[in-house]
C-alpha cells in the first residue's frame, strides 16, 4: 500500500521524502501525471525526454 498524502486547497500535494528518496526526485526533475481507469499515476521523466520537457509544454498541460 502506498502513503497517505493530504492535497491543498491549491490541489498540491507532497511527496514523502521516502518516496522521493526511491525514485531520485528532486527539485527541478520533471513528472508526468495520467489517469488510467480511476487512478491518478504520476511518472517520472527519463533522459532525453526530460531535457525536451518545455515551459510552455507543462503550462499547455496544466491548461486543459
Given amino acids: 500500500m502506498g502513503e497517505i ?4 486547497s491549491k490541489g498540491r500535494i507532497v511527496i514523502p521524502s521516502s518516496i522521493r528518496n526511491k525514485f531520485g526526485l528532486s527539485d527541478g526533475v520533471h513528472l508526468v501525471i495520467e489517469i488510467r481507469g480511476d487512478e491518478i499515476v504520476v511518472c517520472k521523466i527519463h533522459g532525453a525526454a526530460a531535457e525536451s520537457v518545455k515551459e510552455n509544454d507543462l503550462d499547455d498541460f496544466l491548461l486543459r
Avoid at 5 to 8: G, N, R
Fill in 5 to 8: 498524502v493530504e492535497m491543498d
